[in-house]
């Protein structure tokens, strides 16, 4: 199972506060790290690094996309940021490993639109990829639609194959 960025920089923290490498207790830097968590964690990171510990957290960072340090996090991350802290500071053995079950099947996009949407849109969205532009197209749309009376037909069709 993928987890998201918040869910494993709210188990990060934990773990950095256990390694010693945040520059006070993890209770005191909660707030700071769940709301722009760039700086919180580059100096605790460097810190890590310059005591030669970072192999110890290696396995997580490992799972966390390229850009978890980027901005702060919205309010779905800062759930998940909280969901992921206490799970770490109670001891939850979630391992973290990704499902090699589930590799072979399609992104989220097409699973999370696929009883939502015409077949045609759905291809499209397979061949070109999804996203938050096309989530936010597919919104548009669907609005499009509530509004045209039934008997009118759409003048152009978006996304036709």
């Known amino acids: ?13 934990v773990r950095l506060g256990q390694l010693e490498a945040l520059e006070a207790p993890v209770e005191q830097i909660y707030q700071q790290a769940i709301t ?5 964690f580059a100096k605790a990171l460097a810190s890590l690094i310059e005591a030669g510990k970072e192999e ?6 490992r799972l966390l996309p390229i850009n978890a340090f980027d901005g702060g996090l919205n309010w779905r991350e800062r759930g998940a940021f909280a969901l992921g802290f206490s799970h770490e500071r ?14 072979d099947q399609e992104g989220d996009l097409s ?12 291809e499209w ?5 999804g996203g ?15 509004q045209q009376p039934d008997d009118a037909t759409p003048q152009t069709q978006p996304f036709a194959s």
């Open 90 to 103: 109670a001891g939850y053995t979630a391992p973290l490993e990704e499902d090699s079950e589930g590799s």
């Open 111 to 122: 699973d999370r639109y696929e009883f939502r949407i015409e077949q045609g849109l759905k």
């Open 125 to 129: 969205i397979k061949n070109n990829g």
């Open 132 to 146: 938050a532009f096309v989530r936010t197209v597919l919104r548009t749309e669907q609005a499009k639609q509530r």
């Open 56 to 61: 110890s957290i290696r396995e997580m960072l």
């Open 1 to 13: 199972m993928p987890y998201s960025r918040g869910y494993l920089l709210g188990r990060l923290l």
């Open 36 to 40: 722009t968590p760039p700086p919180v």
